[in-house]
């Protein structure tokens, strides 16, 4: 059974837009999330974290927000560049990092 | 430098025959872990190691063993009993249980059965 779940496998975007991508979770005990940007034949780098006693993370161009009662979180990209064009995974913590399933982002010019 | 390796990058195996992968890191971190990337299903958690001499299976530890002689080295053997290893595989390491700055990851290995 999936815990974290990432139900757009894609997504395109122009650059100077926003991407927003998204993230869902079954385990209200997970305390805390990550989010990681991978290249193709590379390891994922961490991006942005965010603690479950919070509801949003801001780092430069990055933000994520949690909403515990709906158990989402999101992670906004302002403005998007084509170098942010990678697939992005969402993490909860529970003893060990969960990941979901990822989304490619494409930035296009 | 510190940093995780991961070596090689890529692996051949024939079918049959039980292959190891190896990962070394120097940044002192307590806790290792083995992920397999496969098209559509993100990460998935093979084997955990969060002190010398102890590890335990993640959700797909069929097929796979680990050992942790060295807080620096986990190395994962493919077994010819894992009916699908052909996949990329990820090491990473954390420095507390909490790992409240998440895993710093290998390069990876891509590991194709012929």
């Known amino acids: 059974d999936q815990q974290v779940k990432q139900n757009s496998p894609s997504l395109s975007v122009q650059e100077g837009r926003i991407s927003i991508l998204n993230c869902d979770y079954t385990?209200?005990?997970?305390?805390?999330f990550l989010w990681y940007k991978k290249y193709p034949a590379e390891g994922p780098t961490f991006l942005i974290s965010?603690?479950?006693?919070?509801d949003k993370n801001e780092d430069g161009r990055f933000t994520v927000f949690l909403n515990k009662s709906a158990k989402h979180l999101s992670l906004h990209i302002v403005p998007s560049q084509p170098g942010d064009s990678a697939v992005y995974f969402c993490?909860?913590?529970?003893?060990?990092?969960?990941f979901g399933t990822g989304t490619r982002l494409q930035v296009f010019p | 430098d510190g940093g995780i390796t991961q070596s090689p990058k890529y692996l051949f195996r024939k079918e049959g025959q039980n292959v190891t992968l190896s990962c070394e890191q120097n940044?002192?971190?307590?806790?290792m872990y083995w992920y397999r990337q496969d098209p559509g299903q993100g990460l998935r958690l093979i084997y955990y190691?969060?002190?010398?001499?102890?590890?335990q299976k993640g959700d797909i530890a069929e097929g796979y063993s680990v050992s942790r002689e060295k807080k620096e080295s986990f190395p994962l053997t493919v077994t010819s009993a894992q009916k699908n290893p052909t996949a990329f595989y990820l090491c990473?390491?954390?420095?507390?249980?909490?790992?409240?700055?998440?895993?710093?990851f290998g390069s990876g290995t891509r590991l194709t059965v012929v």
């Open positions: 990473a390491s954390s420095s507390d249980r909490r790992a409240n700055y998440g895993y710093t």
């Open positions: 385990n209200s005990m997970f305390d805390y």
């Open positions: 965010i603690s479950s006693i919070k």
């Open positions: 993490a909860a913590y529970d003893d060990k990092l969960i």
């Open positions: 940044l002192n971190h307590d806790a």
């Open positions: 190691s969060q002190i010398v001499n102890d590890f």
